[in-house]
């Protein structure tokens, strides 16, 4: 049984640089026996540790029943990351996980997905675009809002192109703004809502990024008829154990790392905006 005080080690397969500041890393657990153990769910995250430095929680976008590697897009913006983002193919590093409460998958099948996703989080969402794809039978239509501040903010444009070729996928982008060569909407990305393709009564939302952005998004899908119950939130916090002992990632009377990352926005619509929480 996986102890989740004691990290796994794993190989760095593969390092893929997504932008200046934002990478990817690909993982296999080199014990066969920790590999046949592990088991996720698009939307958990794992804690990885970075010998000698300290570990960081990130979100785990590769797909629950690919080839047993674990992807992991990290931004640079401290300690942790920083030493990550030096790392090469051949080196290791520890993981400990999976943790949290993932994406509801099996509640989504036979029903339209809409995903909006804003700023640089859009990582907890690339498992669940994964997924969706790879079983692409099992649901119904697919919206993909995507909003950024800076045009130079979005990564992974080719990915966005290739979603967008795929039946019944709708790829909406935006950026406050956009620059000369800009292709997409200029603007907020709660403005695309009116040009998503999805029907209220059979939509479940998925959602990340600034939880302004959230807020605003769920407002405006609920003022289109989408029940507060089918809005689905991942929630940030600086989590430090993984385990919910810290305490670090308090959010209300719960803890993100054990009761998140992901809530129905009807669970979190109180605390969402206030100080503190």
Known sequence: MNNPYLPWEAEVVERVQESDSIFTLRLRLTDPEARNHYHFVPGQFNMVYLYGVGEVAISIVSDPESDALLDHTIRAVGRVTHGLARLQAGERVGVRGPFGRG????LAEGRDVFIVTGGLGCAPVVGVINYVLARRARF?????VQGVKHAEDMIWRERYAEWSAHPDVQVLL????GGVLWPWHVGLATELFDQAVVEPSRTIVMM???EGMMRAAA?????RGIAPAEIYLSMERNMQ???GHCG???F???FICRNGPVYRYSEVQALLGVKGF
Do not use: F, Y
């Open 103 to 106: 994406w509801p998958m099996a």
């Open 140 to 144: 119904g239509r697919i919206c993909i």
């Open 174 to 177: 935006a950026a406050e703004h």
């Open 208 to 210: 990340c990024g600034p």
């Open 219 to 223: 407002k405006g899908l609920m003022q």
């Open 241 to 243: 154990c993984g385990v």
């Open 248 to 250: 670090h990632c308090q």
């Open 252 to 254: 209300g009377g719960s």
